[in-house]
T-cell receptor, first 118, second 109 residues
Framework: DAGVIQSPRHEVTEMGQEVTLRCKPISGHNSLFWYRQTMMRGLELLIY????????DSGMPEDRFSAKMPNASFSTLKIQPSEPRDSAVYFC????????????????FGPGTRLTVL | GIQVEQSPPDLILQEGANSTLRCNFSDSVNNLQWFHQNPWGQLINLFY???GTKQNGRLSATTVATERYSLLYISSSQTTDSGVYFCAVARYNNNDMRFGAGTRLTVKP
């Protein structure tokens, strides 16, 4: 398996522009997670999906952030409008966990998207 | 929310040395994972270990859930072990993973 695929790997944009980050989870995994990593706040869970349904989006910082999972093999994280403080590395991870972790399945991370908002 | 504390924040070792990294958490958890973030930023899962002990080569981990801590042991460290080690936990009935601040390990040749 190719692992979790994220695109783009790097994104530089100007304040006010719309940014869309993409993620393809590992085939067969039914849970998908979006994280953000910054020096100040470390790794933060933004939102996670189980069977394409958003389960917990309490980590989404503002209404400017939205995430979708239209099918089991694709998810997007959108920021509109973007601001300089959104600059970070955004990770997508997938696993085969259920809503409550019961198994030994673990989270597998993609390579991340480094976002810079000027 | 649940608090996760890792210690030490930084660790410098000579190649071949052993080390122990600690993760304390503030509430009962049903999910605990250790990750290694290499110098290129890639996050790799090391262990899923909400309780008990596991070993994988030179790495092993122990979680004492009743006392709310987990330990990651690295034996005979190598330069490729350098990076940041994260502990992440989730409470019962959810998968809201909370990450600690990490331990930055530098292994010198």
């Amino acid at each position: 398996d190719a692992g979790v695929i994220q695109s783009p790997r790097h994104e530089v944009t100007e304040m006010g522009q719309e940014v869309t980050l993409r993620c393809k989870p590992i085939s067969g995994h039914n849970s998908l997670f979006w994280y953000r990593q910054t020096m100040m706040r470390g790794l933060e869970l933004l939102i996670y999906f189980n069977n394409n349904v958003p389960i917990d989006d309490s980590g989404m910082p503002e209404d400017r952030f939205s995430a979708k999972m239209p099918n089991a093999s694709f998810s997007t994280l959108k920021i509109q409008p973007s601001e300089p403080r959104d600059s970070a590395v955004y990770f997508c991870a997938s696993s085969s966990q259920g809503i409550v972790a019961k198994s030994t399945d673990t989270q597998y991370f993609g390579p991340g998207t480094r976002l810079t908002v000027l | 929310g649940i608090q996760v504390e890792q210690s030490p924040p930084d660790l410098i070792l000579q190649e071949g040395a052993n080390s122990t990294l600690r993760c304390n958490f503030s509430d009962s958890v049903n999910n605990l994972q250790w990750f290694h973030q290499n110098p290129w930023g890639q996050l790799i899962n090391l262990f899923y270990i909400p309780s008990g002990t596991k070993q994988n080569g030179r790495l092993s981990a122990t979680t004492v859930a009743t006392e709310r801590y987990s330990l990651l042991y690295i034996s005979s460290s190598q330069t490729t072990d350098s990076g940041v080690y994260f502990c992440a936990v989730a409470r019962y009935n959810n998968n809201d993973m909370r990450f600690g601040a990490g331990t930055r390990l530098t292994v010198k040749p």
